[in-house]
DNA sequence: TCTGCTCTGTAACCGACAACACAGATAAGA
DNA sequence: TCTTATCTGTGTTGTCGGTTACAGAGCAGA
């Protein structure tokens, strides 16, 4: 099951398809990021300032394992403890009511870092995770982070700073749930969703989810979500296919975002 | 405006009113509480692993000054440059849409450690903070916590962990808002706002806020807040008066704010 | 090509909560 | 004590979005 982190991992899809790599490594497009000794880590933004020896000290302590599609990676019975670095594929992490309802909190695309909530001891945890595509993650034990990683002050505020923007992006969404109507939040979590990605010379950016999906993200179920982006296509501000949505002008969606009725 | 952290400051409210001490020094009642020389920092959880100099090193660089009721502690126009520590008062820490709208992310009493956002680098940090009672805040400057907090693993420690009950804590609130009807809510704000209070032997919590004040913690209206009050109260869990809650039976709230529908 | 699944569009009904509109109650000051 | 501002209780009406219920559409495998 758990497999040393590497060799068979960096296949096709890394380089130019989906933007993971920090921005710093982007600009120089040097590294050919086929067989490096360690893949887990050099992509992470977290390490960013280390050096590929350091690097490489770290990946030695960090097992990797696949995931199935449906797979979890985290739950109640499953509890985390330890941080996760996504290298291939998409997670979910969501919350689930009694009644089976379901609140996702983010959808993870590789170079994503989760997991941080082993910090605060895992009292109450009700966050799960599942793969949504055949997945690869690496893992770091709670005793690693706490002694190599945030006892190095590079790392440390790498940690701050990521765990800071968790913050600000969740009382974000926390104000577009209290305070704004659908569609606005629906434009919103869009093109949040849409920042991560590079935009072809169009200006135009595809992403991947279904309506489904789209109305975990929102809190809203899966007709709403429906009619919403109908709208939103009506207005020719997207253009839709089965699973994929192509958001066709940004900065009209941003506007949209910050309507409040 | 800006005095030195000190002398006229610890005066009658701190010891035994509101237990916003850490427990540690909660179990040991041998410091008077008064006079020390860093009133700022040694009652904050933040600098429990520090050693009397070491705090007082920190609080040197902590100058601190007061707000009077309804004053900004920061906005749009004064952003984020400082690490707050809350010694007195109360602060009111929320947003606002363009409407006019608002929601509060946080209520902080004494001993609470605000304005972390400051670590990713204020781009958007639509966060305002504003003193609801006479207040006394000291404040380290970015630089210092970076090159003083974050650079000492025992804090570094603290300081992710405490992002991330923040994390974990509006994690909750975003499912609530989204899957819980307003009674519910209710209910799992009232008994949140009580858990860091201590409990009369009764098991009664005394909460003082306005039925305004909590409407904005619920993203609600006041109206709305005060009938879902007015049925908690002919339930027999909570008794009012004005700007003074006392919940009667936590348990049955804490089970009511699990309720569904 | 046919079968079956998952994804998407639409429509009628209904319910929780917002908006608006007052009235009484409590506290602070003059 | 009287005045005034701030809180709190409650009713009426409107609406956004949830619920339920299908139907068509794209895609996968037999």
């Known amino acids: 099951m758990i497999s040393e982190c590497g060799a068979n991992v960096v296949a096709a899809p890394l380089s130019g398809q989906r933007p993971w790599a920090p921005t710093q490594r982007e600009s120089n497009p040097l590294v050919p990021a086929t067989d ?9 933004e977290l390490f960013a300032d280390l050096s590929p020896d350091e690097l490489a000290a770290i990946d030695r302590m960090a097992p990797s394992r696949t995931y199935r599609t449906g797979e979890l990676v985290f739950s109640q019975s499953q509890p985390v403890h330890a941080l996760f670095v996504l290298q291939s594929g998409r997670v979910r992490v969501f919350r689930v009511t009694e ?11 590789p170079g994503a870092v989760f997991g941080e909530m082993m910090l605060v001891g895992q009292r109450m945890y009700d966050n799960y995770a599942e793969a949504i595509e055949e997945t690869l993650l690496c893992e770091l034990s709670v005793t690693d982070v706490e002694q190599h990683l945030l006892s190095d002050p590079r790392i440390a505020i790498r940690i701050s700073r990521h765990l800071g923007e968790q913050v600000a992006r969740l009382e974000e969404r926390l104000t577009d749930l209290a305070l704004r109507p659908l569609l606005a939040r629906l434009a919103s ?6 920042e991560p990605q590079r935009r072809s010379r169009t200006g135009h950016v595809t992403i991947r989810l279904t309506h489904e999906q789209l109305a975990g993200l929102l809190g809203t179920t899966r007709e709403s979500t429906s009619k919403a982006m109908s709208d939103l296509a009506s207005r020719g501000l997207i253009r839709q296919s089965r699973g ?10 941003t506007a949209l975002s910050t309507a409040t009725a």
Chains 1, 2 share one sequence.
């Open 36 to 44: 490096e000794p360690f893949n887990c880590l050099s992509a992470v």
């Open 189 to 194: 979590t869009l093109v949040r969703l849409a």
């Open 99 to 109: 009644d089976g309802k379901a609140l996702t909190m983010a959808i993870l695309e």
């Open 244 to 253: 994929r949505i192509v958001l066709l002008d940004v900065p009209a969606m």
